[in-house]
């Protein structure tokens, strides 16, 4: 069965440090991995994926996010937070099941960039 | 270019009433979905289309119905409001199996009391 889980609740950190939002997965198959963000009242927006290639993926916004594949994880990073990027962090992993894209979403973690 | 647009985006309803949400994409998008939001527990999927023409249960359909009028229109109809179902409900469209990630609309925050 297909599942991601976002250990965090909530992530703090202060404006241009580093920022880091874990995800880990589990999928049978090879695993199509992404991240959305979704800010106060919105629907949520994709930011990257994951489906072959380089491990260190680029996405919108500066964002990216690095598919290591003996530790199940997708984490989603950024060098340098502004607070702009305070908002609800997403992972998704697509559901193999059927014939559908079908995406199984993570708990999601809200991310708070301090001033 | 709308995307995906959702209605209404507020509603209230007593127990026991009956309500369609709609959703309509203008991208000729071949799957939709939909989804609702509870606090910490993330999205669940309640109903997709692959395709014109077929729908599928999700995770939590109970409660629930939906109708692909079109390819365009995919529509998730409460038939008998409970409180449980107080949420915020999404829809999404892909280009279907292997593609790009989901455009969402911007969501129907829907109060069952």
């Known amino acids: 069965a297909q599942s991601v889980a976002q250990p965090e609740d909530q992530v703090n950190v202060a404006e241009g440090n580093p920022l880091t939002v874990k995800c880990t997965y589990s999928?049978?198959?090879?695993?199509?991995l992404f991240w959305y963000v979704q800010y106060p009242n919105r629907g949520l927006q994709f930011l990257l994926k994951?489906?072959?290639?380089?491990?260190l993926v680029k996405g919108s916004y500066g964002f990216e996010a690095e598919f290591n594949k003996s530790q199940t994880s997708f984490h989603l990073k950024k060098p340098s937070a502004l607070v702009s990027d305070s908002a609800l962090y997403f992972c998704?992993?697509?559901?193999?099941?059927?014939?559908?894209?079908?995406?199984?979403f993570g708990t999601g973690t809200r991310l708070t960039v301090i001033p | 270019n709308a995307g995906v647009t959702q209605t209404p985006k507020f509603q209230v309803l007593k127990t026991g009433q009956s309500m369609t949400l709609q959703c309509a994409q203008d991208?000729?998008?071949?799957?939709m979905y939909w989804y609702r939001q509870d606090p910490g527990m993330g999205l669940r999927l309640i109903y997709y289309?692959?395709?014109?023409?077929?729908?599928d249960k999700g995770e939590v359909p109970n409660g629930y119905n939906v109708s692909r009028l079109n390819k365009r229109e995919f529509s998730l109809r409460l038939e008998s409001a409970a409180p449980s179902q107080t949420s915020v409900y999404f829809c999404?469209?892909?280009?279907?199996?292997?593609?790009?990630?989901?455009?969402f609309g911007s969501g129907t925050r829907l109060t069952v009391v």
């Open positions: 998704a992993v697509r559901d193999t099941r059927g014939g559908a894209n079908n995406l199984f």
């Open positions: 999404a469209s892909s280009e279907g199996p292997r593609r790009e990630g989901y455009t």
């Open positions: 999928v049978s198959g090879n695993p199509y």
């Open positions: 994951y489906i072959t290639g380089d491990n």
């Open positions: 991208m000729n998008h071949n799957s």
């Open positions: 289309s692959a395709s014109e023409g077929t729908t």
